[in-house]
């Protein structure tokens, strides 16, 4: 055989960025939304400021730098795979976790490095701008092509609904009156959509087992809707203390509302747990970890601004919930990737 070169079987070991699965996304929204809770915890002086947040923050940069790399080259190799996660009514909420990550990112890096500005602008801008176009592409889809009712799940809220994380930085970044008019999309999206998926999910047969995971989603609007409040409302600090208080308070609800469906998501979980004994651990379990992250932080950011032994226990509860689910997910992932053929 000539020096150089290698047999069929060689060539086949590498890597083949056309296998990422777009449920990776998931794993970078997460990790992000894990780091910015730590964060803030830490920020507000909840929990001592140990490092955690900034590792949390590394380990998501480095692997969201992966994934967006890998998807990227998925893209290029493999447009139609890349058309076909578009075009899937289940996968192409994953998507939708691709913008927010670029939206969130900036928020956590910012106030560490404020010299990267310019940097963070023009990621959270791609984030805003490709999370706004997802969203009207997939509305005009919809109306065009109605989908059936049970192809609806809860995770059809992140390509929507997701948009409301837009304040986080846009508002630090200099772009409040953009990320609030994108935030208030958002939020009507969800408003909108909210009854069509309780419905789907009280009257339309029960969701295929891989999908189940998806309904932690429900969590994760209310908790978003109460963050962009806050971040928005630092806005109008000392301006106006009525209606200051007045979303205060409308936060601090949300949040609540976020951990009330916390409870039909571990009912419907528990019922379909021989289910999901039987077809074992999937990537999709990534959607539950970004929804507990923003339930921890509407809890920390309740707790900043009415300190309660209630609103800490909750937080820091959240917190620590949030933690453990997505280590565990990370772990699992990781010896799934280890074990694949």
């Not at 959270?124 to 609806?152: C, E, I, K, M, N």
């Amino acid at each position: 055989m000539p020096i150089g070169r290698k047999t069929p079987a060689q060539r086949s070991k590498r890597p083949d960025f056309t296998q990422i699965p777009v449920q990776f996304f998931g794993a970078t929204l997460g990790l992000t939304g894990l780091a910015l809770a730590w964060q803030r915890a830490e920020n507000l002086h909840i929990l001592p400021d140990v490092g955690v947040a900034s590792v949390l923050l590394i380990l998501a940069g480095i692997i969201s730098v992966l994934i967006f790399t890998g998807y990227g080259l998925k893209a290029m190799r493999a447009p139609a795979l890349v058309g076909a996660d578009l075009m899937h009514p289940a996968r192409v909420t994953s998507l939708g976790a691709a913008p927010m990550t670029l939206m969130l990112l900036p928020a956590g890096v910012l106030p560490s490095m404020p010299e990267w500005a310019v940097a963070l602008s023009v990621m959270w801008l791609t984030g805003a701008f490709a999370h706004v176009a997802l969203a009207s592409w997939l509305v005009v889809t919809w109306l065009r092509r109605r989908p059936a009712l049970q192809d609806v799940t809860p995770a059809w809220f992140v390509p929507l609904v997701g948009m409301v994380v837009a304040p986080s930085a846009g508002v630090d970044l200099g772009y409040a009156p953009l990320a609030a008019a994108i935030a208030f999309a958002g939020s009507i999206a969800w408003l909108v959509m909210l009854p069509i998926v309780l419905w789907r999910l009280a009257r339309s047969p029960a969701l295929p087992v891989d999908l189940v995971p998806g309904v932690f989603v429900l969590v994760a609007p209310p908790a978003l809707v109460a963050l962009a409040l806050g971040a928005l409302a630092e806005l109008s600090n000392g301006t106006a203390h009525v209606a200051g208080l007045v979303v205060v308070h409308v936060a601090a609800g949300l949040s609540y509302v976020s951990c009330a469906f916390l409870l039909p998501v571990v009912l419907i979980i528990l019922g379909r747990i021989r289910d999901i004994r039987a077809l074992g651990f999937t990537y999709g379990w990534w959607s539950a970890t970004f929804p507990l992250a923003a339930l921890a932080s509407a809890g920390l950011q309740t707790q900043a601004m009415l300190p309660t032994a209630i609103h800490h226990a909750m937080a820091t509860g959240a917190l620590a919930l949030v933690t453990l689910v997505t280590a565990t997910v990370g772990v699992l992932t990781l010896r799934l990737i280890i074990q694949r053929p």
